[in-house]
């Protein structure tokens, strides 16, 4: 009986994803295969192109570097947040979260203002004599992954500082009592348990970069495109939606892929027991 009405409250949810997420996806692809050339023609045309394999690439490589920076400034500030106080950690956690509710437009021309040749940190950097000259920092893969970094920083925070939260301080203190230095004791017996942590934070940084527009079209401009600037020339400049929905289906299964590697590369990292087992 409780599964029968189980199933009754979870169908309204059940359908209203199927409209609102699977039905206009299948409304994308389908054209994408009625070609008179052939059932994969213009995926395959897609691929064969140089131009749109290096803009993949620099897509993936965007996504993966940001997330990996992402991950190695996350960790210690989650850390640092989750053994303060409740009163301090939950002051911290809103000043980690304030920036979210600016609009992202926003954030990301601050960014032009500090990135830019005539910007604050060129002008730091030649005040003290670093540099003789600005550097070209706007409008490069730099500049969207600091902008990307900067925007999903804050989600991977609060996804391990969920984690920290449920960490058992005693086999840290075990480890050192036995003699384990600091970086042993955070590679060894602190990250091993922050696994889903980690894989959470990863899965939802890496998929927001893979498919983030304004962060790339703002602080890349229009000679570093990404699938999702892509899409959008495709679609709103030269008006070919056939060929946008083509790199709208890539981009989503290249995401989906990445995330089904990434979890099961954790799976395969965590050494945690298993507790159904």
């Keep these: 009986m409780k599964t029968k009405s189980g199933f009754w409250l979870l169908f309204p949810a059940f359908?209203?994803?199927?409209?609102?997420?699977?039905f206009p996806l299948i409304q994308i692809a389908i054209p994408t295969f009625q070609d008179s050339k052939?059932?994969?023609?213009?995926?395959t045309e897609f691929l064969k192109n140089t131009y749109n394999l290096h803009v993949i690439g620099r897509t993936f490589k965007i996504a993966l570097l940001t997330m990996i920076i992402v991950l190695i400034l996350?960790?210690?500030?989650?850390?640092?947040?989750a053994r303060q106080k409740s009163k301090v950690r939950s002051i911290l956690t809103i000043i980690i979260l304030f920036p979210m509710l600016t609009n992202a437009v926003v954030r990301n021309f601050a960014w032009i203002i500090i990135l830019g040749r005539n910007g604050i940190l060129n002008k730091f950097l030649m005040s003290i004599h670093l540099i003789n000259s600005p550097l070209n920092i706007l409008y490069t893969d730099t500049a969207i992954i600091i902008g990307s970094a900067y925007l999903f920083l804050p989600i991977m925070i609060i996804s391990l500082v969920g984690s920290?939260?449920?960490l058992n301080i005693?086999?840290?203190e075990a480890a050192a009592v036995l003699g384990a230095n600091p970086w042993v004791n955070l590679i060894k017996i602190v990250?091993?348990?922050l696994v889903s942590g980690i894989l959470t934070g990863c899965i939802l940084v890496f998929a927001g970069a893979m498919t983030a527009y304004t962060t790339p079209q703002i602080l890349g401009g229009n000679k570093n495109l990404v699938m999702s600037t892509l899409i959008y020339q495709q679609a709103m400049t030269l008006g070919n939606w056939?060929?946008?929905?083509?790199?709208?289906?890539?981009?989503?299964?290249?995401?989906?892929?990445?995330?089904?590697l990434m979890r099961k590369a954790s799976r395969a990292l965590d050494r945690?027991?298993?507790i159904n087992a």
């Design 170 to 172: 005693e086999a840290e």
């Design 74 to 81: 996350g960790i210690p500030i989650s850390l640092w947040i």
């Design 272 to 274: 945690r027991p298993n």
């Design 242 to 260: 056939k060929n946008a929905s083509v790199i709208a289906i890539v981009l989503i299964i290249i995401s989906a892929l990445s995330m089904i």
């Design 164 to 166: 920290i939260s449920e």
């Design 38 to 43: 052939g059932f994969l023609h213009l995926y």
């Design 15 to 22: 359908i209203s994803v199927l409209i609102f997420a699977f």
């Design 191 to 193: 990250i091993p348990q």
